[in-house]
């Protein structure tokens, strides 16, 4: 028996090889892609993820998760339970899944282990194609997306040559440029900070006529959230865009817009550790994020390299994808030293003047 994941350690590191070749870039001098894997450098999980947010409990001869990893998640279990936060471990003793759907009801990150069935590829493309052969080199990245699967992807592209945008809104930025600096600078060193107010007017139209200018948008909001700006891919992207949609569980169907993180995640696709008892524990940390990201840097190039289109890939898909290679007690991932960040991430909004007068007239 193996003493280490090396089949999810294996479809990093393939993800990865994929993207050196698609893109002919040695990107970072990286050997591996399982290098990715332990970039927030915390400790190895077990029944709780490597942050201490998110849980797994027995559940009806099965096990859910409950990711309480905002302020706001934690406020709302005494709703969630109707009563006292102590309960929970006893209400899930006896439940069929109707917290978990109670949860992703209030927005709250929640999944029932190995929900999600296994996919035969971890992506899917749709929309109007336009021209193919166009390079990396040079490409104009919007990159909305925040924390860390889409940041990775975006800093995979820029590795590779392309020109990145990262734009956050003026009122919620990027949560990890406070929480995890060094995390921070890592996913985000050499991408242009830009900030705009997403509640206004002009906000909304400065972001519109970046995400229509962008030869790739990357982005993690759930499709109602761009919906309700007049953003949605279907609204605004071109024939010849590539559009990467990173949600939790889908753009379609009941779980578009429930709530997901890396580690709750990972339990619905089923990829996770199990102890010599059987019981299911964390096989590294939020482990569906880098996948995640590995897998939309690989699918930016490709559709990009096709002529464009509208990317759909999931957090708990990717997960479900990778459990098709794992040995389910085959220990957590190796945790390896954490990657060097090349220096220090732009300032909050400093390129925002710069980049907004060049794109205004656009």
Avoid at 243 to 256: D, M
Avoid at 347 to 356: K, M, Q, R, S
Wanted: charged share 25%; with cysteine; proline share 6%.
């Amino acid at each position: 028996m193996p003493s280490k994941a090396i089949g999810v350690e294996a479809v990093a590191d393939g993800a990865f090889f994929a993207f050196r070749e698609l893109t002919g870039r040695d990107v970072f001098a990286a050997t591996s892609g399982r290098m990715f894997l332990s970039d927030r450098g915390l400790r190895a999980p077990d029944e709780r993820s490597a942050n201490g947010t998110c849980g797994l409990y027995p559940s009806n001869g099965g096990f859910s998760a409950f990711n309480f990893a905002r302020e706001d998640d934690v406020a709302l279990i005494p709703a969630l339970l109707e009563g006292d936060p102590e309960t929970l471990r006893a209400r899930l003793a006896s439940d069929r899944g109707e917290l978990v759907a109670r949860a992703r009801l209030m927005g709250l990150p929640a999944a029932r282990l190995a929900e999600v069935a296994v996919p035969a590829f971890p992506w899917s493309v749709a929309g109007a194609r336009g021209l193919s052969g166009r390079s990396l080199d040079g490409a104009l990245v919007v990159d909305l997306s925040s924390l860390w699967a889409g940041p990775l992807a975006s800093a995979l592209l820029h590795a590779a040559g392309a020109r990145i945008l990262k734009l956050e809104s003026s009122s919620r930025p990027d949560i990890s440029r406070a929480s995890t600096p060094r995390f921070f600078d890592l996913m985000n060193v050499g991408k242009e900070s830009v900030a705009v107010d997403f509640l206004s007017a002009d906000g909304r139209g400065a972001l519109t006529r970046l995400l229509r200018a962008a030869d790739i948008v990357i982005e993690a909001s759930r499709p109602r959230a761009l919906r309700q700006y007049g953003l949605d891919p279907d609204r605004i992207r071109r024939p010849h865009q590539t559009w990467i949609s990173i949600t939790g569980y889908g753009r379609s169907g009941p779980s578009e817009n429930w709530v997901a993180f890396g580690d709750d995640a990972a339990v619905a696709g089923g990829l996770v550790d199990r102890s010599a008892e059987g019981r299911p524990r964390f096989l590294g940390d939020a482990i569906a994020d880098p996948l995640t990201g590995l897998h939309a840097a690989c699918a930016a190039v490709a559709t990009h390299r096709s002529g464009g289109g509208l990317v759909d890939i999931a957090l708990a898909t990717t997960a479900a994808f990778a459990r098709r290679f794992h040995d389910p007690v085959s220990g957590p991932i190796e945790r390896l030293p954490a990657r060097p960040s090349g220096g220090p991430a732009a300032p909050f909004g400093d390129h925002t003047e710069d980049v907004l007068a060049e794109f205004r007239c656009n």
